[in-house]
C-alpha cells in the first residue's frame, strides 16, 4: 500500500485493520477478559503471542490507538497508558533501578519534577542540567547513567532543547533517550529524527485535543538496541530485542502497576487525534498572531515562545519545528499591574489548568501548578512569580487578541 500523509493515515487506521462489520472506528471494548475456545491459545497468550486476556494490559480499542500513535510517531510499537504521567512513572519505575543514575532537563513539567523526587526516594540518582546546551548534558554524564530525558519545548519556559545534540549523544554513547513531545506533539516533530530511543506523550493534551480524556503513551522508535540494556529482565527477553524495553513496561507498569487507559478514552483520544494537524494548523497561527501583539504591547514586559525572533532558541526551534512553534507560550507584566487582576479581566480565555485544548487557557504558573516546587526550583527553571502560561486554542485569531487587549486596558 503506498505511503500516505499524517492526517490520512490516521483517519484510515483502523478500517486498514480489519475493524469489526466494516466500520470506519475501532469499537469501544468494554470486556474485562477475553476468551479463547483452544486452552493452548489461552497459554499462548500469557506467554508472550499477540492477543488479549485482562483487559488492565489493553484492549482491542486501546491497541488500535497504539497503532495510529506509532504511525504518528513513525515508531516500531506503543502503549497507552491511563494518563500521561502514568507512562513516565511506568518507564522509570520499570527500566531503572536503585543506583542507576538519570540525567534530565532542568526545565521540566511539574509533576515529572515531583516524579523525580519519587525516584531518588528508591535510589536512583538524578542530575537536572540546563537542556538547552548539550555540553552541560556531555557533563553530567557517569559510567551508571542509563537514560536522559527532556521534553521538546519547557512547560512554562518554552525553552527549546539541543534535541539534535543530546541525541548524537546519547547514541555515541550507547544511552537510552526519552524525549517528552507533549507541547510539539508527532504533528510538528517526531523525536525519532533525533535519535531518540521512546517518545513520550501525553493524550490528554493536542492528541486527544478536546479536553474530554486522560491518556498517555509511550513509543518505541526502535533506534535503541535493548540487548545493551542491563536492566531487561531475562523473561522478556524474548523474540527481536527491539521489543524488549516496552514488553518489561508493558507487564510491570499495566499488569502489575494497573496505570492502565479504559477503551471509552482511547476510543475519544483516538476520534480527537484524526483532527490533530488541522487543529495544530489554526492554534500555531493563532499563537504566532497573539504574541506578536503582545511583545508589542506597552504593558507587557517579556513574552516567552519560540517563535519570536528574541527568543533564546528561535533558530533552533524553527530548524527542528519549521515555523510552528505550538500553543504554549509565558506572560509576564510590567510592573505594578497585578497578574490575578489582569487575569481576572480576560472573558474569552479560560482560567484553568491544561495545555492542549480546543480553548484558550491561562494560569499564574507560580501559584498554581508550580506552586509545590518552591522558590528556588522555581527560579532555576525561569519561573517568576508574575508568570503567566497561557495555551492558545482554536479561536478566531482577532477575538483572542481583542480579549488580551480588554483585560490589559483594564489593568
Known amino acids: 500500500m503506498a505511503k500516505h500523509g499524517f492526517t490520512t493515515s490516521i483517519l484510515h487506521a483502523d478500517r486498514r485493520n480489519d475493524v469489526e462489520h466494516g466500520a470506519v472506528h475501532k ?7 477475553y476468551a479463547y475456545a483452544d486452552s493452548r491459545e489461552l497459554a499462548a497468550v500469557f506467554q508472550g503471542k499477540a492477543g488479549f486476556t ?19 510517531e513513525s515508531g516500531v510499537s506503543s502503549l497507552s497508558f491511563a494518563t500521561g504521567m ?13 543506583g542507576d543514575h538519570l540525567v534530565a532537563s532542568q526545565y521540566i513539567f511539574g509533576n515529572t519534577s515531583s516524579l523525580f523526587g519519587t525516584l531518588q526516594l528508591l535510589g536512583i540518582e538524578i542530575t537536572l542540567v540546563d537542556a538547552t546546551n548539550v555540553d552541560a548534558v556531555a557533563a553530567a554524564i557517569r559510567p551508571n547513567t542509563k ?23 546519547c547514541q555515541s554513547k550507547n544511552i537510552c533517550l526519552i524525549v517528552d513531545n507533549t507541547v510539539t506533539s508527532p504533528c510538528l516533530f517526531q523525536a525519532k529524527t ?12 493536542h492528541i486527544g485535543g478536546h479536553a474530554n480524556a486522560l491518556g498517555g503513551s509511550l513509543t518505541d522508535t526502535g533506534l535503541f538496541d535493548w540487548s545493551t540494556f542491563s536492566n531487561i ?23 502489575d502497576m494497573g496505570g492502565t487507559l479504559s477503551s471509552d478514552a482511547a476510543h475519544r483520544i483516538a476520534v480527537g487525534a484524526e483532527t490533530l494537524a488541522l487543529r495544530m494548523d489554526k492554534i500555531c497561527r493563532n499563537a504566532d498572531a497573539l504574541t506578536r501583539y503582545l511583545a508589542e504591547h506597552p504593558r507587557v514586559a517579556k513574552v516567552s515562545y519560540p ?27 510590567v510592573e505594578g499591574i497585578d497578574c490575578f487582576e489582569f487575569l481576572n479581566h480576560l472573558q474569552i480565555v479560560i482560567l484553568a489548568t491544561h495545555v492542549g485544548d480546543t480553548r484558550t487557557l491561562a494560569l499564574p504558573a507560580a501559584h498554581t501548578i508550580y506552586y509545590e516546587m518552591g522558590p528556588a526550583l522555581r527560579a532555576q527553571m525561569g519561573i517568576a512569580d508574575s508568570l503567566i502560561r497561557v495555551s492558545v486554542g482554536i479561536e478566531d485569531e482577532q477575538d483572542l487578541i ?10
Not at 469499537?27 to 477478559?33: A, D, K, N, V
Not at 502514568?86 to 536503585?98: E, Q
Not at 536522559?148 to 545534540?165: H, M, S
Request: proline share 5%; charged share 20%; hydrophobic share 40%.
Open 54 to 72: 485482562y483487559s488492565r494490559q489493553g484492549t482491542p480499542t486501546t491497541d488500535a490507538l497504539d497503532k495510529k500513535i506509532s504511525i504518528m
Open 402 to 411: 481583542d480579549d488580551f487587549a480588554q483585560a490589559l486596558a483594564k489593568c
Open 307 to 333: 517563535g519570536l525572533p528574541n527568543h533564546p532558541q528561535h533558530e533552533r526551534a524553527k530548524e527542528l519545528f519549521g515555523n510552528r512553534y505550538s500553543m504554549l507560550f509565558a506572560l509576564e507584566l
Open 233 to 255: 529482565l531475562d523473561v522478556y527477553k524474548k523474540g527481536p530485542a527491539t521489543g524488549w524495553g516496552l514488553t518489561q513496561i508493558k507487564k510491570k507498569g499495566l499488569r
Open 86 to 98: 502514568a507512562a513516565l512513572s511506568a518507564l522509570f519505575t520499570t527500566l531503572l533501578r536503585s
Open 27 to 33: 469499537p469501544i471494548h468494554p470486556s474485562t477478559q
Open 194 to 205: 533525533v535519535g531518540a530511543s521512546i517518545v513520550m506523550n501525553s493524550l490528554s493534551k
Open 147 to 169: 537514560m536522559v530525558f527532556t521534553e521538546t519545548i519547557a512547560n512554562p519556559g518554552t525553552q527549546v532543547a539541543d534535541l539534535k545534540g543530546i541525541g548524537e549523544l
